[in-house]
């Protein structure tokens, strides 16, 4: 399980030295707009991810007239400490430092909801990749390494393509086919997990948004062409030498994982023909499905939710809390205030951002 204990936000954005004793179940920060409220959920993200979901460049977040970001945090009785200027970067768990942010990722599963991100059913695929993986990753602990190795590969293939030359093009083709089966047997897996899960609860945790007669399914487009078996090594490695042609031609390698996408359908319908409204109902799903296999692995993911009710109702509000509240996963969200929220007394707490200043209520 995944818990914030504590957190001291000592330079990140307009936020500084900012201390935080959060409680383990639903924590809200109100406040106007420009007051720190997303900063503060980016900050949270960017402890779990070591990097910002709004953008990659370091100087966005560093602190004007500062020279980088500190954040510390206890989280279940460990100690995580980080540190990023435009020199260098630093992790370190109880004092010691960290291989990668992915090991930062295991201990601190971080699942976010944010207009920031868009929603996923009807969102780009690079979006709906990233949701997905994550998912994946946390659901398989070998995933890791082949989305390293596959990742290693696909640059080096981009770079002989990118440069004319055809040294060992082959080799990095073949080898790009075998790491491709295990990433898309891996995507297929859990989304038939997800499926399996969406079946056995959707007339209990998703009552209010979805009928139980409702038929919701999303299928993995795998990022290849129509007449490839993304399961079959052989079948992959013939592709691509048969096509070395085309990829010299554009110079980059346009199938693969990294061009998958997922497909979402609700009682037939293509999730381009759903309106906005059954989009946003269809992504919360989405989200919570993932939230809830998680869960049923044994591992309990914190939950940022930005913004609230900018783009959700109270009953779609009401629904994703009490969903996550009965989990007794920690959530941290933001909203501007403007209206009652639908929380739990007994199991919420209420905060104010002022300047980038968190103050209790």
């Not at 109880?94 to 201990?107: A, E, R, T």
């Not at 079959?232 to 013939?238: A, G, P, V």
């Not at 359908?265 to 989405?286: A, D, P």
């Amino acid at each position: 399980m995944a818990t914030i204990e504590k957190i001291h936000i000592l330079k990140f954005r307009n936020l500084s030295d900012q201390y935080f004793n959060p409680i383990t179940t639903t924590n809200l920060v109100v406040g106007k707009n420009g007051q720190g409220k997303t900063n503060f959920i980016e900050s949270l993200y960017y402890l779990g991810h070591g990097r910002s979901f709004k953008t990659k460049n370091l100087k966005d977040i560093i602190p004007f007239d500062d020279r980088q970001i500190q954040i510390t945090a206890i989280v279940d009785g460990q100690k995580i400490s980080l540190s990023k200027s435009r020199e260098k970067s630093r992790v370190l768990v109880d004092g010691k430092k960290i291989p990668s942010n992915s090991f930062l990722s295991q201990l601190l599963p971080i699942q976010i909801i944010s207009p920031d991100r868009g929603f996923i059913v009807g969102g780009t695929p690079k979006l709906k990749r990233s949701y997905l993986d994550w998912g994946v990753y946390h659901g398989n602990d070998k995933t890791l390494k082949t989305y390293a190795s596959y990742k290693k590969t696909l640059k080096n293939i981009n770079i002989i393509l990118s440069n004319g030359e055809k040294i060992h093009l082959d080799e990095w083709l073949t080898q790009l086919a075998s790491l491709s089966v295990d990433i898309t047997q891996d995507r297929i897996t859990y989304i038939e997990k997800l499926s399996s899960i969406f079946n056995e609860n959707k007339s209990k945790s998703f009552v209010n948004l979805l009928d139980s007669s409702s038929s919701f399914i999303f299928e993995l487009q795998n990022g290849w062409s129509k007449e490839t078996d993304p399961l079959n090594k052989q079948n992959i490695t013939s592709f691509l030498l048969n096509n070395k042609r085309t990829l010299e031609r554009n110079k980059y390698l346009n199938y693969g994982p990294h061009r998958a996408s997922v497909d979402f359908s609700l009682n037939g319908q293509s999730e381009n023909y759903l309106s906005r409204g059954e989009q946003k109902k269809m992504s919360i799903v989405f989200w919570a499905l993932q939230v809830l296999a998680l869960v049923k692995k044994g591992k309990k993911p914190i939950v940022l939710i930005d913004d609230i009710s900018s783009e959700l109702d109270n009953i779609k509000i009401k629904s994703i809390l009490d969903f996550l509240t009965d989990l007794e996963v920690q959530i941290f969200m933001t909203d501007k205030g403007n209206k009652k929220l639908p929380l739990r007394e007994k199991a919420s707490a209420i905060y104010n951002i002022e300047n980038g200043v968190i103050t209790g209520l």
